[in-house]
């Protein structure tokens, strides 16, 4: 594997169900990044952690839990979602949350019902 | 007040043309970043070319350049001789500030670009 991975690519959920989004880097960085991307709306920052801790949290509702147990995996629990949390969740990694470029995985593309 | 403009909601161009996706900026921070993405429809964003801005020259990557105008705030991204895998979503994005802090990327809300044979 190389890049940003990111799985499920796809997932339909229920507003009561607890789910998961895995996101993998393979490239050395130290910093990764939770975005949500909606319909006719720019990138919006979630999450950022640099070197496993929280440097941002971008006044996203509790309902969105994130987790980075080391630096080359990120986690993004989801719990009691509604239908407007649907979109695309994409993250990325970075070498440090100064300067550097982003690299994104391809999302997973998430309904819910 | 938006931070990154892009006027131009879907443009179209034929294969092996040239095309121009605008961008402009607003920032006070002397010190920032600009980047471009494409998101074709498979969902992931895809990095093409960086420029800084205190860099002197605009910057180039393959058939990628941007056309860097610091005075007028605009850092448009030219595709040349355009493929039909061009066909895209092209986002630009800028990253502020200097200093030890967290630098935000802000982006664009994204340029629709048709390739037609």
């Known amino acids: 594997e190389t890049g940003v991975t990111q799985t499920p690519r796809h997932l339909v959920m229920g507003m009561t169900n607890k789910k998961s989004l895995k996101c993998e880097q393979h490239?050395?960085?130290?910093?990764m990044y939770w975005y949500k991307q909606s319909a006719k709306k720019p990138l919006e920052l979630m999450f950022v952690?640099?070197?496993?801790?929280?440097?941002e949290n971008n006044s996203v509702p509790s309902r969105f839990s994130p987790e980075c147990p080391n630096s080359s995996h990120l986690f993004l629990h989801l719990h009691t979602l509604q239908p407007e949390d649907s979109a695309l969740y994409l993250c990325?990694?970075?070498?440090?949350?100064?300067?550097?470029?982003?690299?994104f995985g391809p999302g997973t593309r998430l309904t819910v019902l | 007040a938006q931070k990154i403009t892009q006027t131009q909601p879907g443009m179209f161009v034929q294969e092996k043309e040239a095309v121009t996706l605008d961008c402009t900026y607003d920032?006070?921070?002397?010190?920032?970043?600009l980047f471009w993405y494409k998101q074709p429809s498979s969902g992931e964003m895809i990095f093409l070319i960086y420029?800084?801005?205190?860099?002197?020259q605009n910057a180039t990557e393959g058939r990628y350049s941007l056309n860097f105008q610091k005075a007028r705030k605009s850092a448009n991204l030219v595709i040349s001789a355009s493929q039909l895998g061009d066909s895209a979503m092209y986002f630009c994005?800028?990253?502020?500030?200097?200093?030890?802090?967290?630098?935000?990327?802000?982006f664009g809300t994204g340029t629709r670009l048709l390739v037609s044979p």
């Open positions: 920032t006070s921070d002397p010190s920032y970043g």
């Open positions: 420029q800084g801005s205190y860099d002197q």
């Open positions: 994005a800028m990253r502020e500030g200097r200093g030890t802090g967290f630098q935000k990327l802000v």
């Open positions: 952690y640099s070197l496993e801790e929280r440097v």
């Open positions: 490239l050395g960085h130290n910093a």
């Open positions: 990325a990694s970075s070498q440090d949350t100064r300067t550097d470029t982003q690299y």
